[in-house]
């Protein structure tokens, strides 16, 4: 069964302390990775796509890299305001046009 | 540009009842899907809709869960004799074209509780 597994569940770091959250996946072919960063009370907001492996994409303090069985979220001297909870998504290469989400890794980082 | 925005923002109903779910996605996006997130959980995919074509169904729960789309606008989830079960947060998201080469745009979500 294809499968997206996010880890940790949770991740507690103090401000400026780098570290990174795991997201990998069985599908027998990735049509596309996806990460979210989603805040209590919110709808997912779109972060980074990832399409096959070797590819690497950033923004501010995050980057995300991608190899054939899993993605990593790096986050680099991390803030208060990254804490949430962020979400990785896979589409698979076929005839499904359904994503499989992971349960996400819950941030927090601490002043 | 607007977003997509669903409504309501949060509805509390009672067991039995009907429940109608809206979501507006983002003008010339032909593709829209629905999610159910319970707390705690991953986002569980509902349906989806591509166009004029036949909504792909498969993830709806049961027979009470239905929904529409019209045209390349406005969509509705109606949960039909709702139960405690169907409290969750109902996730919309619109996305250029259906399939993972493009991206979803999500709303706010409509928080659900069944009392």
């Known amino acids: 069964e294809d499968q997206v597994t996010q880890s940790p569940e949770a991740l507690r770091l103090q401000e400026g302390e780098s570290s990174s959250l795991n997201c990998s996946y069985t599908?027998?072919?990735?049509?596309?990775l996806f990460w979210y960063r989603q805040d209590p009370g919110k709808g997912p907001e779109f972060l980074f796509t990832?399409?096959?492996a070797g590819e690497e994409k950033e923004k501010e303090r995050l980057k995300a890299t991608l190899t054939k069985k899993e993605s990593f979220l790096h986050i680099t001297a991390p803030k208060p305001e990254d804490s949430a909870t962020y979400l990785c998504?896979?589409?698979?290469?076929?005839?499904?046009?359904?994503?499989?989400f992971g349960r996400g890794t819950s941030l927090i980082v601490h002043p | 540009g607007a977003g997509v925005s669903q409504s309501p923002s949060n509805k509390v109903t009672e067991k039995g009842k009907d429940v109608e779910l809206r979501c507006d996605p983002i003008?010339?996006?032909?593709?829209l899907y629905w999610y159910r997130q319970r707390l705690g959980q991953g986002l569980e995919f509902l349906i989806y809709?591509?166009?004029?074509?036949?909504?792909?169904k498969s993830g709806l729960p049961s027979d009470r869960f239905s929904a529409e789309r019209t045209g390349e606008s406005v969509s509705t989830l109606t949960i039909q004799r709702t139960q405690q079960e169907d409290s969750a947060v109902y996730l919309c998201?619109?996305?250029?074209?259906?399939?993972?080469?493009?991206?979803?745009?999500f709303g706010p979500g409509t928080r659900l509780l069944v009392l």
């Open positions: 998201a619109s996305s250029l074209l259906a399939g993972g080469k493009e991206t979803q745009y």
């Open positions: 599908v027998s072919g990735l049509r596309g």
């Open positions: 990832l399409y096959s």
């Open positions: 998504a896979v589409f698979q290469s076929g005839g499904s046009y359904i994503p499989t």
């Open positions: 003008s010339g996006h032909t593709a």
């Open positions: 809709f591509q166009g004029n074509s036949a909504p792909d």
